[in-house]
């Protein structure tokens, strides 16, 4: 029996039952459309992160509070805040870094006579801009006699100043963080969201007057420098001059030793891409499953199909069909069936993947479509091996039918 | 005339684990080119596993077979699916039509595994249901036809492939006796063309139709007898049951 004669006899009998073929091949199709919906959305979250963070630049380092075992983890609010402003000073006067900065970052009330909400508030130096680069809209940014003076002045992200001002110019104008009035001197320019954080709702004082005169602490959530050249010595130069201030004996450089943690965007790079590794492996697990799961329903239809067809194998085996030909007749139904239920799956997948792009586009900044090849590829192969695999059985059951009790089968 | 099938000591037990049933006991048969036999005989007699046996279908316990000159008692079931596919035609009671192809597409399925090209096919499987009757019926489903339609197009089916012998197994036992008398007819017409065909049957009037009758008896052949030549009526004229 001729190739061209099997396809076209395999595929009128999936099409002469197809609405019994598509509901078979349902398992495959959602399976395939998930793989490619999830690899879709994962990738792209994936390369907006990656790219923030090559728009960010790749020489910042942060040191946050903390040994490196719980930095790893989700911030803890039980991590006893060890960081402070005489710890910046020592970074700026005995490393060398091309700038040095301070955060204290919290969620406050910011109102004036007419609005209050709740955002996060930055208490930051002059350096700031220095380490994250961002635009000037209007009037100006804090400079050293700001911080030193504890001047009670403010900057507003975009969002912000117009949720507060409307079209009214803010500058001059007075703010009420927590309880403490602060003037606007600047407004920035629209930044966008970074790491899935909308910057321009955010609200920056003087770090001195956040810190004494607004939450009334004396610690910083964390200290962000620029490296001057190698990165990784720079780590390890912050690292050992913290030490030094936080009188930590820790000559062998056991990170655990440390009750603060330095990373850097390269770290945050590994991280994700750590990340992605494991949600992949997870979302591969699930597709896996649920493409079993899709094979066994194939299997047993494939099953059912040859029972009912009892006297069809029979007839065809008494005029002269071999037992090859009717095993190659009924895989190649199963692997039609999975191939084109593989195919029908990646096209719901990609359109889908396209429809969520199309939305997610208009609310995070920078988000892209991708749809790796190599997906398709992978899913095309899967969903025919699929039908290699669980069309078999039944393949080889009906190959071995005796034709006379196949023609007397009722 | 050439012998065409013979068989010598054929021996054939069904055995079902510890139970060993003998069907066939020392069968020994030669059937010419050209005949026309109907083996009789009642239910269980084994006349429907010799004729699986002569139909290579099914394989002998001991014995041999030899058909065209071949033995064949000895081959793999492969070797006798391609047996099969070159050299027999079969017509079944129960027609073994597939239901959703058209009556052209059904007469072409042998020629599909005999590896004939799609035109030649065509015209084989067209000439071969001209030769019953039904070139109005081509693009038919088999049930947009008639039992003795269904029955027309298996023999052509069985026809189509131009074989040495066909085997019609009860050929008329699902129809009514104008379309047996029909059917009967065409197997007589492809008789008398040099077609050697063997049928079993249970109805005495059927089996007259053919030129000689076998009878089985508890797996063995009680008689074998041929019929008086009288000239066979034409299908159409004969209106009258002949028992």
Not at chain 1, 238 to 255: C, Q, S, T, V, W
């Amino acid at each position: 029996m001729k190739l061209s004669d099997l396809a076209k006899s395999a595929g009128q009998s999936l099409f002469q039952n197809r609405s019994r073929s598509l509901l078979t091949v349902l398992g495959i199709v959602i399976g395939i459309a998930a793989v490619i919906l999830m690899l879709s959305i994962g990738q792209g979250a994936q390369g907006l992160i990656l790219n923030q963070i090559a728009d960010l630049g790749s020489d910042q380092i942060f040191v946050e509070s903390g040994s490196s075992d719980t930095a790893n983890g989700p911030p803890s609010p039980f991590t006893e805040q060890v960081l402070t402003l005489d710890d910046v000073d020592t970074l700026r006067r005995r490393g060398d870094f091309a700038f040095v900065g301070s955060q204290l970052i919290s969620q406050t009330t910011v109102g004036n006579s007419e609005e209050s909400l709740i955002t996060s508030v930055y208490g930051v130096d002059e350096y700031q801009l220095e380490i994250f680069p961002a635009d000037i809209a209007t009037g100006r940014y804090f400079d050293n006699s700001d911080v030193e003076g504890y001047s009670k002045v403010a900057v507003l992200g975009e969002k912000l100043a117009s949720e507060l001002f409307g079209d009214q110019d803010p500058i001059g104008e007075k703010v009420t963080v927590k309880n403490t009035t602060f003037r606007v001197i600047g407004v920035l320019a629209k930044q966008g969201s970074r790491f899935f954080q909308d910057l321009d709702g955010n609200i920056y004082i003087p770090v001195t007057t956040a810190q004494r005169d607004v939450f009334g602490v004396n610690y910083v959530s964390y200290i962000a420098a620029r490296a001057k050249g190698d990165l990784e010595e720079a780590k390890e130069e912050a690292r050992f001059i913290l030490r030094d201030a936080h009188k930590i004996d820790n000559p062998e450089g056991d990170l655990a030793k440390d009750d603060f943690n330095v990373s850097s965007q390269e770290d945050a790079v590994q991280t994700i891409g750590i990340v992605g590794t494991a949600l992949s492996a997870l979302l591969a697990s699930i597709a896996a499953i649920s493409l079993l799961v899709g094979g066994i329903g194939i299997m047993n239809i494939m099953l059912v199909s040859v029972t009912e067809r009892t006297k069809e194998i029979g007839l065809r085996k008494a005029i002269g069909a071999t037992e090859s030909e009717i095993l190659r007749q009924f895989l190649l139904e199963a692997v039609l069936l999975t191939f084109f239920g593989g195919l029908l799956g990646i096209m719901i997948g990609v359109g889908c993947s396209a429809l969520i792009a199309l939305v997610l586009t208009h609310v995070i900044d920078g988000w892209q479509l991708v749809i790796p090849p190599s997906a398709i590829l992978l899913s095309a192969c899967v969903s025919t091996a699929i039908g290699l695999t669980f069309g078999y059985y039944p393949a080889k059951r009906a190959a071995r039918l005796d034709p006379i009790e196949a023609l007397r089968y009722e | 005339m050439n012998t065409l099938i013979e068989l010598k000591h054929i021996k054939k037990d069904y055995v079902n684990g510890e139970i060993i049933t003998p069907v066939l006991h020392d069968i020994n048969l030669s059937i010419m080119e050209g005949e026309f036999v109907a083996l009789m005989g009642p239910s269980g007699s084994g006349k429907s596993t010799l004729m699986h046996i002569l139909g290579l279908l099914d394989t002998t316990t001991s014995g041999e077979y030899l058909f065209n000159g071949r033995d064949v008692a000895k081959l793999e079931k492969d070797a006798l699916a391609i047996m099969r596919r070159n050299a027999v035609g079969f017509v079944f009671q129960a027609f073994h039509l597939l239901p959703k192809a058209t009556v052209l597409e059904n007469v072409m399925l042998p020629l599909v595994y005999k590896g004939v090209e799609g035109d030649e096919r065509k015209k084989l499987a067209e000439a071969a249901l001209t030769s019953v009757g039904l070139s109005d019926r081509m693009d038919h489903l088999p049930n947009q036809i008639s039992g003795g339609q269904r029955q027309r197009v298996a023999i052509a089916r069985a026809l189509v492939n131009d074989p040495a012998v066909i085997f019609a197994d009860e050929p008329t036992g699902n129809l009514d006796s104008v379309s047996s008398e029909q059917v009967m007819g065409i197997l007589k017409d492809l008789n008398a063309s040099g077609r050697t065909i063997v049928m079993v049957t249970h109805e005495p009037d059927i089996a007259l139709h053919a030129k000689r009758v076998i009878r089985i008896k508890d797996g063995a052949v009680q008689s074998d007898t041929m019929s008086d030549s009288k000239p066979p009526l034409p299908p159409s004229t004969s209106s009258t049951p002949l028992s």
